[in-house]
């Protein structure tokens, strides 16, 4: 059974830095491409970053570039996503998300399993 | 930037049909954007439905369909049931890999 299990979320005052993780079992992880999804409160979701199985090929969105890192470790079947200069509205549940994949270009890609996410607040 | 936009709610009588739509701000959806569809229920994760414009995937009932039509992606509930009541959103894969979530859906099955 594929498990993703995030941690590392919390209260952070604005322009501090968070390190969130995602632990992943059930399936061979260096054969697939991760992804870093959130959703603000009562808000819809929002791709993050995505990641290769190999990190080869990575990406981000706009309102993220810059300030934040995706980041896994084969070895330890782990996922990261460093987030600095947070912002107010970097305030959400952050997800991870398992790819069909192995790199996040290839055809057909899709998300097919989902961790149950941890929250992130940033307020002074 | 690019803006991917659905009906902001719609509602359906149970045992009949909706459909929700997944269109760009400037150009046409197609098959090569892979078009795929997720469900949410309030206080739950996402969950898989469509990929590849109109692939169900595993355990996902046969009334759900993925499709184009005209300039857009569409998902059909055909036989909708209470549990159906729901947010859905459609996912659009970008240059580079860039992945991009559409406004959303809110289904009510009344």
């Known amino acids: 059974e594929v498990q993703l299990v995030e941690s590392g979320g919390g209260l952070v005052q604005p322009g501090r830095s968070l390190r969130l993780s995602c632990a992943a079992s059930g399936f061979t992880f260096d054969d697939y491409a991760m992804h870093w999804v959130r959703q603000a409160p009562g808000k819809g979701l929002e791709w993050v970053s995505g990641?290769?199985?190999?990190?080869?090929?990575?990406g981000y969105a706009d309102s993220v570039k810059g300030r934040f890192t995706i980041s896994r470790d084969n070895a330890k079947n782990s996922l990261y996503l460093q987030m600095n200069s947070l912002r107010a509205e970097d305030t959400a549940l952050y997800y991870c998300?398992?790819?069909?994949?192995?790199?996040?270009?290839?055809?057909?890609?899709?998300?097919?399993?989902w961790g149950q996410g941890t929250l992130v607040t940033v307020s002074s | 930037q690019t803006v991917v936009t659905q009906e902001p709610s719609l509602s359906v009588s149970p045992g009949g049909t909706v459909t929700l739509t997944c269109g760009l701000s400037?150009?046409?959806?197609?098959?090569?954007?892979?078009p795929s569809w997720y469900q949410q229920t309030p206080g739950q994760a996402p969950r898989t439905l469509i990929y590849?414009?109109?692939t169900r995937s595993s355990g996902v009932p046969e009334r759900f369909s993925g499709s184009i039509l005209g300039n857009k992606a569409a998902l059909t509930i055909t036989g909708a049931q209470a549990d159906d009541d729901s947010d859905y959103y459609c996912v659009l894969y970008m240059l580079g890999g860039i992945r991009v979530f559409g406004t959303g859906t809110k289904v009510t099955v009344l």
């Open positions: 590849s414009t109109s």
């Open positions: 998300v398992k790819d069909s994949r192995m790199t996040i270009t290839a055809d057909y890609s899709h998300f097919d399993y």
């Open positions: 400037s150009g046409s959806v197609s098959t090569t954007y892979y």
């Open positions: 990641i290769s199985w190999n990190s080869g090929s990575i």
